[in-house]
């Protein structure tokens, strides 16, 4: 069931950005009287799910879920149809428009990407508003992963600065790490505020790592319930109690505890907890499974000082803006570094099934708008590279052309065309290659 509302988000968040984006180009070419033969959500390889015929335009739906496209008259593009291109061109053709008019239609597609992140970015600060734990606040420190205790940050470490500056987004600190390039991280450790160099290399290792979080909030182990038969409430644990040790072996945070309880399946052991001002000790049978039937409260809201900001209409918009403005800036960054050779980060590219594990488990709106904004600008940026058969292609070759003014021939854009094609088939195999390689 995991799996399945995972790829029913994935499906329906790029069926609406293939539309959106699709509907770009559509919009732009009608507007310069440009015929548009088929406008199709999916590829339809053989046969089509839905098609409907209105006018001069076929709809339809396709039955493979990598993409949509339209088939714009005159137009050279993947449907390669060399016998349209052998005839007289007409006025209605894509070819027969000046090049400034071909430059808008084929920028349509990314500009309406890039405006419908920012329409979901308002939509969003407007209805939800902008909820957050400051880095400051996540006041009973981290819980590092090994890899962050080589770069050396301890357990119990809080964060306060990046490189001088304030740590702003506690979920975000990771990736400002890898983006911006951070060399200092200044963290309060018993009392004292001490600066973390980041070692050479660090980065590299950071991105090809696979552990499931390098640094988390440190949530301290609050009993809040119990599962029936409890061997912990049999043993006299109570709700309110603080779980602080194991065999006098100090264990702050529940993230700690849950891993190291595992070590203790079939055995007794004597379990630290904090009640009111007393520290008790209660001996606890571990059944088999490792599991003592304690529910831990890990309310964000009731142990943390979230900082929350709600916006009217009007502050929406500026705000929506902005944060997509960043958005793509970062985006940006992530590509300039899976085009360095020094990182290795082409060697963590993903395909669908890494696209697709972001999404959640079970249905969240306010996620799932989140995510589809973000893929939205993702989308706007891969499709604007200058590779043939992309967009981005086709831009290259029409701002060649109004500089120079001369035209591509049409073979040249042919053979532009199927060797865009060759590279981005590549370019999947390789990424969902990657996803294969990492499942085992």
């Known amino acids: 069931m995991e799996i399945l509302i995972k790829a029913s988000q994935l499906i329906l968040s790029l069926a609406i950005l293939i539309i959106f984006h699709e509907l770009g180009h559509f919009i732009a070419a009608r507007i310069f009287k440009v015929r548009v033969e088929r406008f199709f959500l999916f590829f339809d390889a053989w046969f089509a799910l839905f098609k409907i015929k209105r006018g001069e335009t076929t709809y339809g739906i396709g039955w493979i879920p990598l993409g949509g496209y339209v088939k714009i008259a005159g137009m050279i593009d993947e449907s390669l149809d060399r016998e349209q291109m052998k005839k007289e061109p007409?006025?209605?053709?894509?070819?027969?428009?000046?090049?400034?008019?071909?430059?808008?239609?084929?920028?349509?597609?990314?500009?309406?990407?890039?405006?419908?992140?920012?329409?979901?970015?308002?939509?969003?600060?407007?209805?939800?508003?902008?909820?957050?734990?400051?880095?400051?606040?996540?006041?009973?420190?981290?819980?590092?992963?090994?890899?962050?205790?080589?770069?050396?940050?301890?357990?119990?470490?809080?964060?306060?600065?990046l490189d001088g500056q304030p740590a702003g987004n506690f979920s975000a600190v990771p990736i400002k790490i890898i983006l911006d390039?951070?060399?200092?991280?200044?963290?309060?450790?018993?009392?004292?505020?001490?600066?973390?160099?980041?070692?050479?290399?660090?980065?590299?290792?950071?991105?090809?790592?696979?552990?499931?979080?390098?640094?988390?909030?440190?949530?301290?182990?609050?009993?809040?319930?119990?599962?029936?038969?409890?061997?912990?409430?049999?043993?006299?644990?109570?709700?309110?109690?603080?779980?602080?040790?194991?065999?006098?072996?100090?264990?702050?945070?529940?993230?700690?505890?849950?891993?190291?309880?595992?070590?203790?399946n079939n055995q007794t052991v004597n379990i630290g907890v904090l009640r009111d001002y007393d520290t008790l000790q209660f001996a606890v049978n571990v059944p088999d499974d490792g599991l003592i039937g304690v529910y831990a409260n890990l309310q964000m809201d009731q142990l943390f000082n979230l900082k929350t900001k709600e916006y009217n209409l009007l502050e929406a918009i500026p705000a929506g803006i902005s944060k997509g403005y960043y958005g793509i800036g970062d985006y940006l960054k992530q590509l300039r570094l899976l085009v360095s050779p020094k990182t290795k980060a082409y060697e963590s590219v993903g395909g669908f099934i890494t696209i697709g594990s972001i999404f959640p488990s079970v249905w969240n709106w306010q996620r799932f708008w989140e995510l589809t904004a973000f893929l939205s600008i993702m989308l706007a940026v891969l499709n604007i590279l200058p590779i043939p058969a992309l967009d981005g292609g086709h831009v290259l070759f029409l701002t060649y052309e109004l500089i120079s003014g001369r035209k591509p021939s049409d073979k040249v854009l042919e053979y532009a065309q199927i060797a865009g094609m060759i590279i981005l088939l590549s370019l999947v195999v390789f990424a969902n290659a990657n996803d294969i390689r990492n499942l085992f």
Do not use: C
Request: charged share 20%.
């Open 90 to 161: 007409q006025p209605w053709e894509f070819r027969s428009k000046p090049a400034w008019q071909r430059l808008i239609i084929m920028v349509g597609g990314v500009s309406v990407n890039i405006i419908l992140a920012f329409v979901i970015y308002i939509a969003m600060l407007g209805v939800w508003g902008e909820q957050y734990l400051p880095a400051e606040e996540v006041k009973y420190g981290i819980v590092a992963s090994p890899l962050a205790q080589e770069m050396g940050l301890q357990h119990g470490d809080r964060i306060v600065a």
């Open 181 to 264: 390039n951070v060399q200092t991280v200044s963290v309060v450790r018993n009392n004292e505020l001490v600066d973390v160099h980041i070692p050479d290399g660090f980065v590299t290792r950071l991105l090809q790592s696979r552990e499931p979080g390098f640094i988390e909030i440190g949530f301290p182990f609050f009993v809040s319930d119990f599962v029936a038969g409890s061997p912990a409430k049999k043993a006299g644990i109570q709700e309110g109690d603080q779980i602080i040790a194991i065999n006098d072996e100090i264990i702050p945070y529940f993230n700690l505890f849950r891993e190291q309880i595992q070590k203790y």
